[in-house]
């Protein structure tokens, strides 16, 4: 109702300003014509601040002056009075200047457009200027993504609603700097849009992603969305088989990662869990990405009985998976000058030493795994690390002197 009486109001207006107008040339009252001095300048301001337009007018007789706000079509002012109800519009005149001022207080987003300066002649006769009301960007929100969490292997899509004028444009970033992998044949460093789509993740898209918004009009804003990405344990162990004497104190590391973080720790052999203690130390650092850990653990003084297996084990809600490294016990042959396998009675079949040779053999062969195998019991995917690296090819070397 508000706004059909609104509009009633400017119809009413202008058709009483266009029988004016008939009027005084019927009359024959205008003697000359009016001429505008001065065009309307453009003005460009940002949301919430004020404008003034001028209308500079000579030889106005007895003909009126009204500012119209053309994408609107709606008569705002006649002469020193204002016929719009938006609180925000005055109108004011400079008679020794002979000029008639529009004023917008606050001006919105919504009062960009063309504003004409009309005078009721015969032909009415009209100049104009433009407003333009830019807006700093901002992120909508609630129309934008949080944060993503998502399996290995499976396709995201990233929303960042943006809104200002003019439109911003939205781009996106890595924080860390690194490429945008858009899927596995394309790589940016950049990319511009309000969706973002990652097909197929994997661990290396982990981490947060930056969308900005820009307009030119300061200032520039941006949200963080972090994404996650899920995957089984894997393992990999550089020495499955390590020889020391008793006496010593050794380490032993396992390389884990997993997402989300999984829990580690250590066993013997029969499965008893290894704790903290004067004769093991248990250690977890934190690699980067932070989803890679370094486990290590400490054997001090060995004893006969700290020779044998452990398993290092790592478990997630989305699987497990263990390896197992062998410690067994070594003395240096004087007359050979080198390290041997301290001999097992147990192992040893006869005279010459057949069953420790097998013994040995079987040590080699443990040696030759291209990776390292899951426990029976995992309950999820495993993916396995081939023994590597200089350290591994040291050990394997070592072994096969005997």
């Known amino acids: 109702m508000a706004g059909g009486t609104r509009w009633g109001a400017a119809a009413v207006a202008y058709r009483a300003w266009l029988l004016l107008t008939v009027a005084q040339h019927v009359k024959g009252v205008v003697s000359r014509d009016p001429i505008f001095l001065a065009e309307i300048q453009n003005?460009?301001?940002?949301?919430?601040?004020?404008?003034?337009?001028?209308?500079?007018?000579?030889?106005?007789?007895?003909?009126?002056?009204?500012?119209?706000?053309?994408?609107?079509?709606?008569?705002?002012?006649?002469?020193?009075?204002?016929?719009t109800r938006n609180d925000r519009i005055t109108v004011s005149r400079d008679k020794r200047q002979n000029t008639y001022y529009l004023h917008i207080r606050n001006v919105r987003e919504t009062d960009t457009g063309k504003y004409m300066c009309q005078i009721n002649t015969a032909s009415a006769m009209t100049i104009a200027g433009y407003l333009t009301v830019v807006v700093p960007p901002d992120i909508v929100d609630n129309e934008s993504s949080n944060d993503v969490i998502a399996q290995e292997g499976s396709d995201i899509k990233l929303r960042c609603r943006a809104k200002g004028s003019p439109r911003p444009i939205v781009t996106w970033k890595r924080e860390d700097g690194q490429h945008i992998a858009i899927n596995k044949s394309t790589t940016v460093l950049e990319y511009q849009g309000e969706v973002l789509r990652l097909s197929k993740v994997n661990r290396m898209d982990m981490g947060a992603y930056l969308c900005i918004a820009s307009n030119g009009h300061p200032p520039t804003v941006s949200k963080?969305?972090?994404?996650?990405?899920?995957?089984?344990?894997?393992?990999?162990?550089?020495h499955q088989l390590i020889g020391a004497n008793r006496g010593k104190t050794v380490v032993l590391e396992c390389f884990t990662e997993a997402h989300p973080t999984s829990l580690n720790y250590w066993t013997r052999g029969d499965g008893n869990m290894i704790y903290d203690s004067m004769k093991y130390r248990i250690e977890n650092r934190v690699g980067n990405p932070d989803y890679k850990i370094h486990m290590l653990l400490t054997v001090r003084y060995l004893e006969e009985d700290d020779f044998g297996t452990y398993r290092c084990v790592a478990k997630n809600p989305r699987g497990e998976t263990d390896g197992t490294i062998k410690i067994y016990d070594q003395v240096w042959d004087r007359s050979e000058n080198r390290t041997r396998k301290r001999p097992n009675p147990q192992a040893v079949s006869d005279l010459n030493g057949e069953g420790e040779e097998l013994d040995l053999?079987?040590?080699?062969?443990?040696?030759?795994?291209?990776?390292?195998?899951?426990?029976?019991?995992?309950?999820?995917?495993?993916?396995?690390?081939?023994?590597?690296?200089?350290?591994?090819?040291?050990?394997?070397?070592?072994?096969?002197?005997?």
Request: aromatic share 8%; hydrophobic share 45%.
């Open 43 to 83: 003005q460009t301001v940002s949301e919430g601040r004020n404008v003034r337009f001028a209308c500079r007018v000579d030889n106005l007789g007895s003909h009126k002056v009204a500012w119209i706000h053309y994408e609107n079509s709606a008569i705002l002012t006649v002469s020193n009075h204002v016929i």
């Open 224 to 238: 963080r969305i972090l994404v996650s990405v899920d995957f089984p344990p894997m393992l990999w162990i550089p």
């Open 361 to 402: 053999r079987d040590q080699e062969r443990s040696l030759n795994l291209p990776a390292i195998s899951p426990s029976s019991g995992s309950r999820g995917a495993s993916h396995l690390y081939p023994l590597a690296g200089l350290a591994g090819a040291a050990c394997l070397l070592w072994a096969r002197r005997f």
